[in-house]
T-cell receptor, first 114, second 117 residues
Framework: DAMVIQNPRYQVTQFGKPVTLSCSQT?????MYWYQQKSSQAPKLLFH???????NEADTPDNFQSRRPNTSFCFLDIRSPGLGDAAMYLC?????????????FGPGTRLTVT | AQSVTQPDIHITVSEGASLELRCNYS??????LFWYVQSPGQGLQLLLK??????LVQGIKGFEAEFKRSQSSFNLRKPSVHWSDAAEYFC???????????????FGQGTILTVHP
């Protein structure tokens, strides 16, 4: 089945130690998104890629970076995780159809910062 | 700016009872509307969507939603709730804020559904 896969499902890192989260998709979608979701909150968009074009949200901290080496893969890098970065990180994909926004989500990676 | 409001943070129903989750949006153009469901520790699953046409849309798991432009609402309904429907439900609206902003979603705060046996 076509899907969005996130690895690992659970990640524990130390305060200040760089961490990378991975997302892959078999849907061949142009657009890939990264969201941060804290407990009992709605997902918050960090950035998205349309093909290789990177689009950062204005309020995304510089501590968060992303890479998309090809259509299928996208990575979220947190350069120096703080305790406040502990959250669920969701990857999503969609077709490049303006305004429709139907997104397909992965299962998420739960990040713990110790 | 676009916004989505889910007035009910937490709803409790008995199994077999009917359900309605409310969603109101604020958006200056024709909205594209979605309901997603999230089980604990999981990603979001699309229940249904409205792009245009018939204002009553059917989704998966027996859910439906009705778009009412005059009320800026897109309420989710189910005639008979099952225990497995217990989850968090998010309403979302898609908007295009420029040439590169394809399908950016604005989510409501979510409604947690508890189902009593």
């Amino acid at each position: 089945d076509a899907m969005v896969i996130q690895n690992p499902r659970y990640q524990v890192t130390q305060f200040g130690k760089p961490v990378t989260l991975s997302c892959s998709q078999t849907l061949n979608h142009n657009v890939m998104y990264w969201y941060q979701q804290k407990s009992s909150q709605a997902p918050k968009l960090l950035f998205h890629y349309y093909d290789k074009d990177f689009n950062n949200e204005a309020d995304t901290p510089d501590n968060f970076q992303s890479r998309r080496p090809n259509t299928s893969f996208c990575f979220l890098d947190i350069r120096s995780p703080g305790l406040g970065d502990a959250a669920m990180y969701l990857c999503a994909t969609s077709r490049a159809l303006p305004g429709q926004g139907e997104q397909y989500f992965g299962p998420g990676t739960r990040l713990t910062v110790t | 700016a676009q916004s989505v409001t889910q007035p009910d943070i937490h709803i409790t129903v008995s199994e077999g009872a009917s359900l309605e989750l409310r969603c109101n949006y604020s958006y200056g153009a024709t909205p594209y509307l979605f309901w997603y469901v999230q089980s604990p520790g999981q990603g979001l699953q699309l229940l249904l969507k409205y792009f245009s046409g018939d204002t009553l849309v059917q989704g998966i798991k027996g859910f439906e939603a009705e778009f009412k432009r005059s009320q800026s609402s897109f309420n989710l309904r189910k005639p008979s709730v099952h225990w497995s429907d217990a989850a968090e439900y998010f309403c979302a609206v898609a908007w295009n804020a420029g040439g590169t902003s394809y399908g950016k979603l604005t989510f409501g705060q979510g409604t947690i559904l508890t189902v009593h046996p």
